[in-house]
């Protein structure tokens, strides 16, 4: 059994079987993936600073009371903040332009490859 491999004709078929495991994607479809990746970015870090500041560290006190600190809830914050920002630092992921991985470290991006838009993954100018 040969599989073919992807993105190279985009379709991983079987050989005798109509079966295909990787069907052909529409480009838009790429788009919106790479639009809520960066919403689900912006949401872990609202959502992870504000448990950070309102659950871990108290603030703001109730009036006459110093603020509590909390560390479980600091800690779940800082991780859920952080978990954020690592969605918001990954390079957008298009196989249709042309990509075969993921870049595993949000820090360093491809080496040479074209500009692309934050948002959406398509190429600039």
């Known amino acids: 059994m040969t599989l073919v491999p992807f993105p190279f004709p985009h379709r ?5 079987s109509p079966l295909t495991l990787m069907p052909r994607t529409d480009p838009s479809q790429w788009r919106v993936f790479n639009v809520l990746l960066r919403l689900l970015g912006i ?15 108290g603030l703001p006190a109730p009036k006459g009371q110093s603020p509590a600190v909390s560390w479980p809830s600091l800690l779940t914050g800082s991780l859920v ?4 920002l690592g969605f918001l630092m990954i390079p957008p992921f298009r196989p249709d332009q042309g990509d075969t991985k993921v870049v595993s470290n949000p820090v360093r991006a491809w080496s040479g490859s074209p500009r692309r838009s934050w948002w959406t993954g398509d190429r600039l100018g």
Request: net charge neutral; glycine share 16%; aromatic share 8%.
């Open 81 to 84: 903040t952080l978990v954020g």
């Open 12 to 16: 991983l078929a079987l050989p005798n």
């Open 43 to 57: 949401g872990a870090t609202f959502s992870g600073l504000v448990a950070l500041t309102t659950f871990g560290l």
